[in-house]
């Protein structure tokens, strides 16, 4: 091409020029595919040198090829001899040791404690789902459904109204401390006076019912439930009195104490008011105070599940009842009397449905129907257990109340350790007597003994945790005398105790 004086014009090089092609030859696509195989490789190579170097106790690992290894092939890309993607290293040959530092078994006992024992685990699970559903079975094939409407409530319920009406007059023991204690504060009467009134009111409270059952022909489970919730008021007039009387010396006398009580403290030495009682007797506590931590509100959701949960486990109790406890200790002899195998295996066979019992019944009472109440009430303070499942030792956490008004008590006067412990259990112990000799109407103090053993139990663990560190056994003691041993010999015991008490009778 020309311009218009004749030169020749050249054309303007291209936008768009074509790459220039590589040294090592053009792209192919074997090329290309056998780099996708090593890199592929490299990364199950690498996955397996450290598989083998974890088997082979070789933390560290195979070392990683150094540069002076490396090459490059035709194509560009880059390997390495004896590499990620060289399965001919060393550390793959059969001459590289697999033995390499000295380790226990997992199950010895250095190195028992630091494995996972998730699968262990879910193999109990599947063992106790097994082995449960069999019992199952087996119990429906032989009894049939033996649970009926009439389980909870009947005609022969009405002959217990003397013991309903015992229930509902409780509250004016409460309110009967409570005109004792605005005379107290109010010094009309001195505190010799408001003592002696309260425990006159406080023995009044436990000796009407026990002798509105003992007078009345009403059902065991009756009783068992008015003694419940009569020792339960006992308990609650005991604190209120008890606590009033020491907001009296602090405030009133001007007794000095070590410790000055902190703003908080202040706020609860208060006279007592009528709206503070009623909160408490119905407060899930058995400690009085004037004030107690709250929520800010009722979670109705929340609190709609508790209570459907609440009677599906009421529902499951007495299913266990009537269908697997009753046959058992109906079937049975009385293990002091029988032989001694016999005794051993009625225990056996009623331990397993006891355990389940007592775990729904902790699971319904403690955690289900407390929180109902602390969630009406909006109480704020809601442990109402800790995880005596974990106890390696026999001595299960000592109740609030116990330890307020019994434990701490006899420490300030002077009394040695030993002495308020012993004298903490025998009035738990008294108490569970009451409980279940007075509905039973017998005295053979089965439940008074139950509790008071517990104190050489805990010597003994003591020892066991003292000279075995870091070991189980205190928690097995406490589950083979709580499950085996314990409970199902207290049923076995009373129930036979009250049938040989109706057979006289009659």
């Known amino acids: 091409m020309e311009d218009s004086n004749g030169a020749e014009i050249k054309a303007p090089p291209p936008v768009h020029r074509r790459p220039p092609r590589p040294r090592g030859g053009g792209f192919t696509p074997e090329g290309f595919v056998a780099a996708l195989r090593r890199r592929l490789s490299s990364g199950a190579a690498v996955a397996a040198r450290a598989s083998f170097a974890a088997d082979s106790g070789d933390e560290s690992g195979p070392p990683e090829p150094s540069s002076s290894h490396r090459r490059r092939d035709s194509s560009g890309d880059t390997s390495s001899t004896g590499g990620p993607g060289d399965f001919t290293a060393f550390s793959f040959r059969a001459a590289a040791p697999v033995h390499r ?20 685990f879910n193999l109990c699970i599947v063992v106790l789902v097994a082995v449960n559903g069999r019992l199952i079975i087996e119990n429906l094939m032989k009894y049939g459904l033996l649970i009926r409407a009439g389980f909870w409530f009947n005609s022969t319920s009405l002959r217990d109204w003397p013991l309903l009406m015992c229930c509902l007059s ?12 605005q005379l107290a504060f109010r010094n009309v009467i001195t505190d010799a006076v408001a003592t002696c009134l309260h425990i006159i009111l406080t023995t009044a409270e436990i000796v009407y019912p026990v002798l509105v059952i003992l007078m009345c022909d009403s059902a065991v489970v009756s009783g068992f439930l008015l003694m419940f919730i009569a020792c339960i008021v006992w308990l609650k007039l005991v604190s209120f009195a008890h606590t009033n009387h020491d907001i009296r010396q602090l405030t009133i006398s001007g007794k000095k104490v070590d410790n000055a009580p902190s703003t908080a403290d202040m706020d609860n030495l208060q006279a007592p008011t009528l709206g503070s009682l009623i909160y408490f007797m119905m407060a899930p506590t058995l400690c009085y105070q004037p ?37 058992i200790v109906v079937n049975s002899q009385h293990p002091l009397k029988g032989g001694l195998l016999n005794a051993v295996e009625t225990v056996l066979r009623l331990s397993l449905p006891n355990v389940y019992l007592w775990l729904c ?11 109902i109440l602390a969630e009406i009430l909006r109480f704020g303070d809601r442990e109402f257990y800790k995880d005596w499942w974990n106890a390696k030792t026999i001595d299960e956490p000592v109740h609030k109340w116990i330890v307020r008004h019994i434990y701490f008590p006899c420490m300030r006067s002077g009394i040695s350790k030993e002495v308020a412990v012993f004298v903490s259990f025998f009035v738990s112990a008294v108490l569970h007597e009451l409980v279940v000799a007075v509905p039973c109407r017998i005295l053979k103090f089965w439940a008074f003994l139950g509790i008071m053993l517990q104190i050489p139990l805990i010597t003994l663990t003591s020892c066991l945790k003292s000279k075995f560190r870091d070991t189980m056994a205190g928690n097995m003691i406490f589950w083979f005398f709580f499950c085996i041993y314990g409970q199902p010999m207290c049923v076995l015991l009373y129930y036979h105790d009250v049938m040989n008490r109706i057979g006289k009778t009659e």
């Open 291 to 327: 004030s107690y931590p709250r929520t800010e509100n009722v979670r109705k959701g929340w609190l709609i599940r508790q209570i459907i949960l609440y009677l599906i486990f009421t529902g499951i109790q007495g299913f266990i009842i009537e269908q697997y406890i009753n046959p």
């Open 361 to 371: 019944m902790f699971y319904c009472f403690f955690h289900l129907w407390l929180n």
């Open 170 to 181: 409780l509250p004016a023991f409460p309110l009967g401390a409570f005109s004792v204690e």
């Open 101 to 120: 530092k000295a380790k226990e078994s997992p199950l010895s006992s250095d190195a028992i404690f630091k494995q996972s024992h998730a699968g262990l």
